[in-house]
């Protein structure tokens, strides 16, 4: 009886100690924002929806006082549509995680690389990015993604440049 109750009492120990997991590399979660990444990536804006609560926010390299809504991401999204093409998303598993935070709020973080080629001048582009979504209720609620546009802006800014240049040459002639 001593052995049962000693056996108990460990078994009831060891189960009190354990935790939930808090970190993982896989759940619904993560293959959603694997499907959402390769939906905008393939240009299925509107198959964005799906994923999103309705009243998300968006923060893309922005302040918490500055949000956009999906309504607006996605007609953002159609506009670049026209200025790039063969644009690709890459997210290896190794760099995507969730995360329960204290607070038990479930967030998707994600590091990759965005590729694509400015239609009119033929440059290409790799930007890094970092992204983290809050979930609720298996919706995004907040997307928060950084990453440097310089180069783009650079690069269409000497682009324009020499278009200018082309137009005054031709004038001048």
């Known amino acids: 009886m001593k052995n049962l109750i000693l056996l108990l009492s460990i078994g009831l120990f060891m189960?009190?100690?354990q935790q939930e997991s808090r970190y993982t590399q896989s759940s619904p979660e993560i293959d959603a924002i694997k499907m959402l990444l390769a939906e905008t990536a393939a240009g299925n804006f509107d198959a964005q929806r799906e994923y999103y609560a309705e009243n998300a926010q968006i923060f893309y390299n922005a302040t918490e006082d500055?949000?956009?809504s999906l309504n607006d991401l996605i007609t953002q999204q159609k506009e670049d549509m026209n200025t790039?093409?063969?644009?690709?998303?890459t997210v290896t598993d190794d760099a995507i995680e969730m995360v329960k935070t204290d607070e038990g709020e479930t967030w998707v973080n994600c590091w990759g690389t965005w590729k694509a080629t400015h239609t009119a001048s033929g440059k290409s582009f790799e930007i890094p990015f970092h992204e983290t979504f809050q979930?609720?209720?298996g919706k995004i609620v907040k997307d928060y993604g950084y990453w440097d546009t310089s180069q783009i802006l650079l690069a269409i800014m000497e682009f324009e440049k020499s278009q200018m240049e082309t137009v005054d040459s031709d004038m001048n002639e």
């Open 15 to 17: 189960t009190s100690c």
């Open 84 to 89: 790039f093409s063969n644009v690709s998303v």
């Open 135 to 137: 979930f609720e209720n």
């Open 66 to 68: 500055n949000p956009i």
